[in-house]
């Protein structure tokens, strides 16, 4: 499989991250050792600038 990037974690950053590269034209593989998406952040704090983020690049439940 060809990737122009790698996430390895599906966090809430990660998940941030993968869409906005993706969104950007990049072919973007994700690793995850966990069945589903990790819940929590692991990378940053969560408070209302970072849930904001998450929004804009399309990130969370409806």
Same mark, same amino acid.
């Given at each position: 499989?060809?990737?122009?990037? $790698? $996430? $390895?974690?599906?966090?809430?950053?990660?998940?941030? &991250? =993968? &869409? &906005? @590269?993706? #969104?950007?034209? !990049?072919?973007?593989? $994700? @690793? %995850?050792?966990?069945?589903?998406?990790?819940?929590?952040? !692991? =990378?940053?704090?969560?408070? +209302? %600038?970072?849930? !904001?983020? @998450?929004? !804009? =690049? #399309?990130?969370? +439940? =409806?």
């Amino acid at each position: 499989m060809d990737a122009d990037v $790698v $996430v $390895v974690g599906y966090g809430p950053i990660g998940q941030t &991250l =993968a &869409l &906005l @590269l993706a #969104g950007a034209g !990049r072919r973007v593989v $994700v @690793l %995850e050792r966990q069945r589903r998406p990790y819940p929590l952040p !692991r =990378a940053t704090s969560f408070d +209302g %600038e970072t849930a !904001r983020s @998450l929004a !804009r =690049a #399309g990130a969370g +439940g =409806a």
